[in-house]
């Protein structure tokens, strides 16, 4: 069965430290995706990844990094952590498939910044 | 760029009465692929189904969408609210515009909340 690992799945952390957040998937899928949901914005695309070595910035990558070491690891970093940035986050993998790859999710991590 | 709207935030229903979940969306490529995502509470999003034929219904676990290409929509219904039905829906569109990152485009989310 499909698998995507997330860790930790809490984390408090304070202004200005840093946070990575991390993600293993046992699909064997190219492709990762970092997502954050948030009420009244749904899930918004952060960073993503084609394959190990490879990053790429999503939709909103303001003050996040992202690193993909292998093929089943991946990871989101936020080097000045800011109150803003309390949020789910949801890793994802998938194969890109023409179009209609389907997006398997991990349980998320709930971050809150203080 | 691409958007998805969903312009229920909250559906409130009394199980027993169908659902329709309303997601319309825009973008400049014709070959769109759109799906559907359910996020119960403490689980994972998964995907619910998925369509890129035009006019052509498709159904999974007794929902069902079909994607109308000449209206840009793609809206999400059930014959018969069940409780369990209860959850987060995600409309999303596909990045499909030849880069194949795979890359979804999600709404906002609609929270369907079935009361017996």
């Known amino acids: 069965e499909a698998a995507v690992t997330q860790s930790p799945r809490n984390k408090v952390a304070v202004t200005g430290g840093k946070v990575t957040l991390s993600c293993n998937q046992t699909?064997?899928?190219?492709?990762m995706y970092w997502y954050r949901q948030d009420t009244g914005h749904g899930l918004r695309l952060i960073h993503y990844s084609y394959g190990a070595g490879s990053t790429e910035k999503g939709d909103i990558p303001d003050g996040y990094k992202a690193s993909r070491p292998s093929q089943e690891n991946f990871s989101l970093i936020l080097e000045l952590a800011t109150p803003s940035q309390t949020s789910v986050y949801f890793c994802?993998?998938?194969?890109?498939?023409?179009?209609?790859?389907?997006?398997?999710f991990g349980s998320g991590t709930r971050l809150t910044v203080l | 760029g691409d958007s998805v709207t969903q312009k229920e935030g909250l559906v409130t229903l009394t199980e027993g009465l169908p659902v329709m979940l309303n997601c319309t969306y825009q973008?400049?490529?014709?070959?769109?692929?759109l799906f559907w995502y359910v996020h119960y509470l403490n689980e994972s999003p998964r995907l619910l189904l998925k369509s890129s034929t035009d006019n052509k219904r498709t159904e999974h676990q007794g929902f069902h969408a079909t994607l109308h290409k000449s209206s840009s929509s793609f809206h999400l219904q059930k014959s018969s609210a069940q409780l369990s039905d209860s959850a987060l829906y995600y409309c999303?569109?596909?990045?499909?515009?030849?880069?194949?990152?795979?890359?979804?485009?999600f709404g906002h989310g609609t929270i369907l909340r079935v009361h017996p």
């Open positions: 994802a993998s998938g194969d890109a498939g023409g179009g209609a790859g389907t997006l398997y």
């Open positions: 699909n064997n899928h190219n492709n």
């Open positions: 999303a569109l596909s990045d499909h515009g030849g880069a194949n990152t795979g890359k979804l485009t």
């Open positions: 973008t400049i490529y014709s070959n769109a692929f």
